[in-house]
């Protein structure tokens, strides 16, 4: 036993060691993607101060694989959306001791001062989980959280698939509650403690229409937005309520089939007077397409009753608008 956790020790203080003599680089941003050095998905944006983070899954499906392959996950930061920073890999699946593999869909936000990114991954009992980590700066590194998953299986049962617990979504709401979506074909919510690692209320199911995976939870104007994956090939389609609780109104379509690329997956962040939607597609040539992704940036707008404007995919990206 006394070897097995200095084996463990000794593996640790070499992972952070590795991360502390990895180095940052910097890259320009050519328009659509934004990242052409690495096949990236799943991305979730974060403002902390004058930054935007943007947290990715990494595509790594060899041209001849068919499905998806995803290790780890990245972090890359800018202050004017053309200059961008890559920071050392902050978090992988071999960082759960409970996952099998499958670096999928994740989030993360920042609450007193701390930063916690709820993933979704392969559990080694069976089924997709999300797991949560936690780091004290925004490019990491982070480590598990609880050492555990935070949702298995097991807990949701709205639908009978193994994979519906995937793409966490957490939002903080006004009056400082935390609330965790996430789903495939049935989407879920629950309250989140002040923790951040455990849940503070029942799960509850969604009512909304032709829902298929990829919640984003985001609040304007006194508006809530979910924002998600429909039908398949996905579109992205959103509802709005006045309460995080719903009713959600059905608003339709803003995002169009990204192009050769089945999924689509959205954030959609506040960045220095900008709305900015923040998706990926399969653009880069010539090896692109579902299992090898890429990030990209458009502008989203709002019409004055609130509702969202349909987003226009471009190859010049945002800072063309």
């Known amino acids: 036993m006394r070897a097995l956790i200095q084996l463990s020790l000794l593996a640790i203080l070499h992972t952070q060691a590795d991360f502390a003599n990895a180095?940052?680089?910097?890259?320009?941003?050519?328009?659509?993607?934004?990242i052409t050095h690495k096949y990236t998905?799943?991305?979730a944006g974060l403002?902390?101060?004058?930054?935007?983070?943007?947290?990715?899954?990494?595509?790594e499906a060899p041209k001849s694989k068919h499905f998806y392959e995803m290790h780890e996950w990245l972090v890359f930061s800018t202050t004017d959306l053309k200059t961008w920073t890559e920071h050392p890999v902050p978090l992988s699946t071999k960082d759960f001791s409970w996952s099998k593999g499958?670096?999928?869909?994740?989030?993360?936000?920042?609450?007193?001062?701390?930063?916690y990114w709820y993933v979704a991954t392969e559990h080694k009992d069976g089924g997709k989980a999300i797991g949560v980590a936690v780091a004290d700066?925004?490019?990491?590194?982070f480590k598990d959280a609880l050492g555990k998953a935070l949702i298995t299986?097991?807990?949701?049962?709205?639908?009978?698939?193994s994979w519906d617990d995937i793409d966490p979504s957490v939002i903080i709401d006004d009056d400082g509650q935390a609330y965790l979506f996430w789903g495939n074909t049935a989407c879920y919510y629950a309250k989140l403690a002040n923790n951040m690692t455990e849940l503070a209320g029942d799960i509850q199911v969604i009512n909304i229409p032709k829902f298929t995976e990829a919640p984003w939870i985001?609040?304007?104007?006194?508006?809530y937005y979910l924002s998600y994956a429909t039908e398949f090939p996905e579109k992205i389609a959103y509802a709005m309520s006045r309460s995080?609780?719903?009713p959600w109104e059905f608003k339709g379509v803003i995002n169009e089939i990204a192009g050769n690329s089945n999924t689509n997956h959205q954030s959609i962040v506040t960045f220095k007077g900008k709305d900015l939607f923040i998706y990926h597609n399969g653009a880069i040539n010539t090896d692109g397409g579902s299992y090898r992704r890429s990030v990209c940036i458009d502008e989203l707008k709002y019409n004055k009753d609130g509702s969202i404007k349909r987003v226009v995919m471009t190859s010049e990206g945002i800072n063309s608008h």
């Open 23 to 34: 180095q940052d680089t910097t890259f320009m941003a050519k328009g659509n993607p934004i």
């Open 41 to 43: 998905a799943d991305p």
């Open 47 to 59: 403002v902390v101060g004058e930054k935007l983070y943007v947290y990715a899954g990494h595509d």
């Open 102 to 115: 499958d670096a999928w869909a994740s989030q993360v936000i920042e609450r007193d001062g701390k930063f």
């Open 137 to 141: 700066r925004p490019e990491g590194p």
């Open 153 to 161: 299986n097991e807990m949701t049962r709205a639908t009978a698939i």
């Open 218 to 223: 985001h609040k304007h104007k006194g508006w």
């Open 244 to 246: 995080i609780h719903g």
